[in-house]
């Protein structure tokens, strides 16, 4: 009896201090980064039948052999000859961060593949990292 109790404090104790190690920030010092909120108005492309990620195989564009094909491409038109099916210029806007569900009549019962973009100006340098994106 007395030597089942020692293991179940002794197990109890293990696993408290393995959480205390999980819960440690691997981001340190925010206030002293230069940051950018990339809060704000948005362009987006409803995608119900997901032609920005599949080709017409099935296949996903980023896995081809030339990777490219896709909404993620932001391509634009250089010429009259050259189709290109969407256009994120033109798209109408949301503001992010929040649900499209409530900002556009006809995203009110939506559930599918929305595409987003927003440009942004970043002076990369080399060695450090430029974007860290973190969803709760």
């Avoid at 990620?53 to 296949?59: G, L, S, T, V, W």
């Amino acid at each position: 009896m007395l030597k089942s109790t020692y293991r179940i404090i002794l197990i109890c104790l293990s696993l408290f201090t393995s959480m205390g190690y999980a819960q440690v920030s691997t981001i340190q010092n925010i206030q002293g980064r230069n940051i950018q909120s990339l809060n704000g108005k948005w362009n987006y492309i409803i995608d119900p039948y997901e032609n920005g990620y599949y080709d017409y195989r099935h296949q996903p564009f980023d896995q081809t052999k030339t990777g490219t094909g896709g909404f993620f491409d932001d391509r634009e038109q250089k010429d009259k000859s050259e189709l290109i099916e969407y256009s994120f210029n033109g798209s109408p806007q949301m503001n992010v961060p929040g649900d499209w569900n409530s900002q556009a009549e006809k995203l009110e019962l939506y559930e599918g593949t929305v595409w987003l973009r927003k440009k942004f100006d970043a002076k990369p340098e080399k060695g450090k990292n430029i974007l860290s994106i973190s969803v709760p």
